[in-house]
């Protein structure tokens, strides 16, 4: 669990601000407490002792409502007061950046719900700070490299260190085609996560679909020994959703399988709808390396690449997180179980409105 630093103490002004509305009932204490206390003194030389007892009864009392009150005020301070000052100290402090802040657990029944929600939601700030941060690095870091291979390759054909041959003018252009790659999928995902990507949906057979991308990726499947099925239910099956963001999603899981399912492999396309929900299923199996368990929780993430190393340079590294987003832009659901040596399955759940 990590630790979180203790939030800053708030400025003794706020702190006296509130409580002005105490002043006015400390006030009347303390002119009770003077009058009691000036008339137990004068009746401590009345000469009528029946009545002295009297008044001094009568004297005594603010001297017990002066405890009463303050026992009270100390403990609706420590149940009420306390609480919300570490709250909007908390608050404070995350308003003037400092996300780390949390606001100190407390034992009140009626508090801690509040305390932990609102520490929950520091918790999605600072997670998605942190995220925004690390995405600039690694745009930079994506950026750097095709931008440094395409100015070596034209500062060496300028300069006379290599010939405008046929090979360099491609891996330039290759370069190039990464570059505007990267910035076609960087747009799509920052329109699907604001939730402002436009879809088009059209009702149309999942069969189709599915036959089109067993087509468009048979050959370099055949080409790789690997085994590429499909198996659907109900070929007559028909989906309302928007056909090529749908394909999208579907090509990038299928072009990763591909990378990470080795020779003689088998990679299968499922489709179906299940009696227990009414949700669409689409499942992509295959027979690869499989994802560690301590990278799951992360693969949805921009620019997660199994490869440490970023040696693959095909890709941009963003497949996975914009076919979730594109997934969720369709109210639907992406799943994902591995195990290192014998495979992923990515399950794809879709409301049965879309069907």
């Known amino acids: 669990m990590s630790h979180h630093p203790s939030p800053r103490p708030p400025k003794r002004s706020r702190g006296r601000r509130r409580f002005f509305p105490f002043f006015p009932l400390f006030f009347l204490v303390v002119i009770f407490f003077i009058g009691g206390t000036a008339a137990l003194f004068y009746l401590l030389f009345s000469e009528y002792v029946g009545v002295r007892n009297i008044w001094l009864l009568v004297c005594g009392a603010p001297f017990v409502v002066f405890i009463i009150i303050i026992i009270t005020i100390f403990n609706l301070y420590m149940r009420f007061g306390k ?4 709250l909007f100290s908390t608050i404070n402090a995350v308003s003037e950046g ?3 802040a949390r606001v100190p657990d407390n034992k009140s029944d009626m508090f801690s719900e509040l305390i932990t929600r609102f520490n929950k939601m520091v918790d999605e ?14 745009i930079a870091h994506e950026l750097r490299t095709p931008l440094h291979i395409i100015q070596g390759n034209l500062e060496g054909i300028i300069d006379g260190v290599y010939k405008p041959t046929e090979e360099h003018l491609n891996n330039t252009l290759d370069e190039t085609k990464l570059l505007t790659r990267l910035i076609n999928d960087l747009q799509t995902l920052s329109l699907a996560e604001s939730h402002q990507l436009p879809l088009h949906p059209t009702r149309f057979l999942l069969a189709d679909l599915i036959h089109d991308l067993t087509s468009s990726f048979s050959s370099q499947a055949k080409s790789l020994g690997i085994n590429l099925e499909s198996n659907i239910k109900d070929s007559t099956l028909e989906i309302n959703a928007d056909y090529d963001r749908l394909n999208q999603v579907l090509s990038n899981l299928i072009s990763n399988a591909l990378r990470h399912t080795p020779n003689d492999g088998t990679i299968s396309i499922t489709a179906e709808l299940p009696i227990t929900n009414h949700a669409l299923r689409i499942t992509i199996k295959d027979t690869g ?3 560690a368990s301590e990278d799951l929780p992360f693969i949805f993430d921009r620019f997660w690449r199994g490869d440490k190393s970023r040696t693959g340079r095909i890709n941009s590294g963003l ?3 914009i076919a979730k987003q594109l997934i969720e832009a369709h109210d639907g659901e992406i799943k ?3 195990e290192v040596g014998k495979g992923t399955t990515f399950v794809i759940e879709l409301p049965s409105t879309n069907v």
């Open 319 to 321: 497949g996975l997180a």
């Open 98 to 100: 400092d996300l780390s």
């Open 125 to 138: 700030l600072e997670r998605a700070d942190k995220q925004r941060r690390n995405l600039t690095a690694d």
């Open 336 to 338: 994902v179980e591995s």
């Open 289 to 291: 390396e499989g994802i």
């Open 83 to 86: 609480p919300m000052e570490n």
